[in-house]
């Protein structure tokens, strides 16, 4: 059964920092490419970040908003993915959900929220 367990959300003032993780179990992670993703009450599911599996030599993608500030990485020995945000906007609370899918993924591919597996959510709330 695959499993993605997010951790790490929680209150931060504007400004802060915070990391979130997300482990995932069940499937060959290292194959997996990864996205993080995060929905605001009334709002759509947005694209935040994605990585491929460390095979594929590309560059992870982010969404536009968050370009500069906030970094995804993989740590395959430890079947994790994280994203480190920085400079966070209160317009950033959200519920950031991890997602898995298999495959290598192109630009468009990982921005979209076609994934196999997604974790349950953790909250991240900013401050004003």
């Known amino acids: 059964q695959v499993q993605l367990v997010e951790s790490g959300g929680g209150l931060v003032q504007a400004g802060g920092s915070l990391r979130l993780s997300c482990v995932v179990s069940?499937?060959?992670?290292?194959?997996?490419?990864m996205g993080w993703f995060r929905q605001a009450p009334g709002k759509e599911r947005e694209f935040v970040a994605g990585?491929?599996?460390?095979?594929?030599?590309?560059?992870?993608s982010y969404g536009d908003s968050v370009k500069g500030r906030f970094t995804i990485s993989r740590d395959n020995a430890k079947d994790t993915v994280y994203l480190q945000m920085n400079s966070l906007k209160p317009e950033e609370a959200a519920v950031y959900y991890c997602?898995?899918?298999?495959?290598?993924?192109?630009?468009?591919?990982?921005?979209?929220?076609?994934?196999?597996?997604w974790g349950q959510g953790t909250q991240v709330t900013v401050s004003s």
């Open positions: 997602a898995a899918r298999y495959g290598y993924l192109s630009r468009a591919q990982l921005a979209s929220p076609e994934y196999d597996c």
């Open positions: 069940g499937l060959t992670f290292s194959n997996a490419a």
């Open positions: 990585i491929n599996s460390m095979r594929w030599t590309i560059s992870p």
